[in-house]
């Protein structure tokens, strides 16, 4: 969401960093690649689920005031090519995340909360990902959700790809908490998640197509845990471009590169390949762990720093620099 970068001042500084290192989109014609979402309805992506049943096809939505409507966008032209209204739910809130479950269905987070806790639930919506891409309706599943140690704000739902678990990261500059969800949503009763492990600051996850490695982004860095039973194993930092503002992230399907995304108007998508991966999805290996263009990793995921974290703070050092000139110039003239 906007508010923390509102409040620090920092969107300004992301976007000329994020000017100075983001990847070219490539131009190709080929799926999966770095694209530019076009629709100019999608100012506020803030999650990404690659399709399974439609090969190239990502599913973004905005965070809030947009409405229940998720947009499919093909990675071959940045164009939406299928708009859904979600049926049989309330007025979502703050959607923050989508992911895609074995089951074929998308879930969809309805889990930010800006004040950290002025909203004692949230919600989940899940309908079945469309077999035809066309704008339609569809009737979802509302679910309720609460956090058995409290309210909080959120920004990450992530679906294992094995054991169709919903989890879901909440969002702190101190450091969040991976929660768990129930082995199965229920629409009869309250969904308790239940904290797991501790992560750094989190704007998206998403597990690889094997879900043994999840990788959590924030505004300045990525990390990638290794996962078995349900828990965090090791952490190491991984490759993520910089962008204006690092909202979401999604492996492609074939577990062959990470996409991560921003919020804006023709915000980006860029592609970051997966070092040894084969493309066949079977076999997930680690994200590069060499850091690429991004910075430190936050509180908690082991502190160990990215190579990039010096490149990245020589940008941020040169905006503020650029910001203070322009301002002792205007209060000059």
Not at 284 to 294: L, M
């Amino acid at each position: 969401m906007r508010s923390y970068l509102t409040v620090t001042g920092a969107a300004a500084l992301l976007v000329l960093a994020g000017a100075a290192a983001a990847p070219a989109t490539a131009d190709d014609g080929s799926a999966d690649r770095s694209f530019t979402i076009e629709d100019p309805r999608i100012t506020e992506s803030s999650g990404l689920a690659a399709s399974r049943a439609h090969p190239g096809i990502y599913w973004t939505h905005n965070d809030s005031e947009d409405g229940p409507y998720v947009y499919a966008v093909d990675s071959r032209t940045g164009k939406t090519v299928a708009t859904i209204t979600m049926r049989g739910v309330g007025a979502p809130r703050d959607v923050e995340a989508i992911s895609l479950g074995p089951d074929g269905n998308l879930y969809v987070g309805d889990i930010g909360d800006n004040l950290n806790g002025s909203w004692d639930h949230v919600w989940i919506y899940r309908f079945p990902e469309p077999k035809v891409l066309k704008d339609a309706t569809v009737r979802a599943t509302q679910f309720d959700v609460k956090y058995a140690d409290g309210a909080r704000n959120a920004e990450a739902l992530m679906v294992h790809p094995k054991t169709g678990r919903v989890y879901i990261a909440s969002k702190n500059e101190d450091g969040g908490g991976l929660y768990e969800g129930p082995a199965e949503l229920s629409t009869g009763r309250t969904n308790v998640f239940r904290r797991v492990g501790e992560v750094p600051w989190v704007t998206d996850g998403a597990f690889s197509p094997d879900g043994q490695e999840l990788v959590l982004r924030s505004y300045f860095s990525a990390r990638g845990y290794a996962f078995k039973d349900g828990r965090l194993g090791a952490d190491h930092p991984v490759h993520a471009p910089l962008q204006g503002q690092s909202e979401s992230v999604t492996y492609t399907a074939d577990g062959s590169a990470l996409m991560f995304g921003s919020e804006g108007a023709r915000s980006e998508v860029v592609r970051v390949d997966i070092a040894g991966a084969d493309g066949s999805g079977g076999d997930s290996k680690s994200p590069s762990k060499d850091g690429g263009a991004s910075a430190a990793g936050g509180a908690g995921g082991g502190g160990s720093e990215m190579k990039g974290s010096t490149l990245v703070g020589a940008v941020v050092l040169a905006a503020v620099g650029a910001l203070v000139f322009m301002n002792r110039r205007r209060k000059r003239g």
